[in-house]
């Protein structure tokens, strides 16, 4: 069955550092998202993007991040220098026109 | 705004038996979804089940059910024959119009032989 996979598993940094967190989402999906999950607290949606532009983005989405798909098939987010709290587990998630979206494994952020 | 609401931060249930995890919602959205998902300690996130605000039947998937009552705003899952491998966070969630999931705090179930 397609999944959504995602590398690294385990990523730490130094505070300041720039990350770039990779997915590749299942092949015939549309729709991309990122959302980020603190240890102990609720999933929390990043962005959105479809169609080779950003669709929707939260407030925690700030000009630290962004995101790109720079071939067919991968989809990246990036943090532009990294604060200690941006250590949480990173989910991407990818759906087609049917509102499922599906998730990947996550990455989980260590920022020291 | 939307918002879930799950008030159970953890749940026990004997193996072989049913649980309901309670889900609250609110929106002022027309047309909307709703979702649950499991997280086990290894931490990905499954996809359960999905209950759209139209329809008319609820949603089922195996051992999992939906109970949808819109007047009510609730959309509880129910897990029937309970499983040790149940043991997991799980998590509702909505979406309205915008392409975000919206998640509650999650409900902590535990399978007990």
């Known amino acids: 069955e397609p999944e959504v996979t995602q590398t690294p598993s385990h990523q730490v940094t130094q505070m300041g550092q720039e990350v770039i967190l990779r997915c590749v989402p299942i092949?015939?999906?549309?729709?991309f998202y990122w959302y980020r999950q603190i240890l102990g607290q609720k999933v929390e949606f990043l962005v959105s993007f479809y169609n080779n532009e950003i669709s929707e983005k939260s407030e925690i989405f700030d000009d630290q991040f962004s995101v790109e798909r720079p071939d067919g098939s991968n989809f990246t987010l990036k943090i532009r220098s990294t604060k200690l709290e941006d250590s949480a587990m990173y989910f991407c998630?990818?759906?087609?026109?049917?509102?499922?979206?599906?998730f990947g494994p996550g990455t989980r952020l260590t920022v020291l | 705004a939307q918002k879930i609401t799950q008030t159970q931060p953890g749940m026990f249930v004997q193996e072989k038996e049913a649980v309901t995890l309670d889900c609250t919602y609110d929106t002022s959205d027309q047309s909307y979804g709703l979702f649950w998902y499991k997280q086990p300690s290894s931490g990905e996130m499954i996809f359960l089940i999905y209950q759209g605000s139209y329809d008319e039947q609820n949603a089922t998937e195996g051992r999992y059910s939906l109970n949808f009552q819109k007047a009510r705003k609730s959309a509880n899952l129910v897990i029937s024959a309970s499983q040790l491998g149940d043991s997991a966070m799980y998590f509702c969630a909505m979406k309205g119009w915008t392409d975000k999931l919206i998640f509650g705090t999650g409900t902590r179930l535990q399978v007990f032989p």
């Open positions: 998630a990818s759906s087609e026109v049917i509102p499922e979206q599906f």
């Open positions: 092949s015939n999906h549309l729709y």
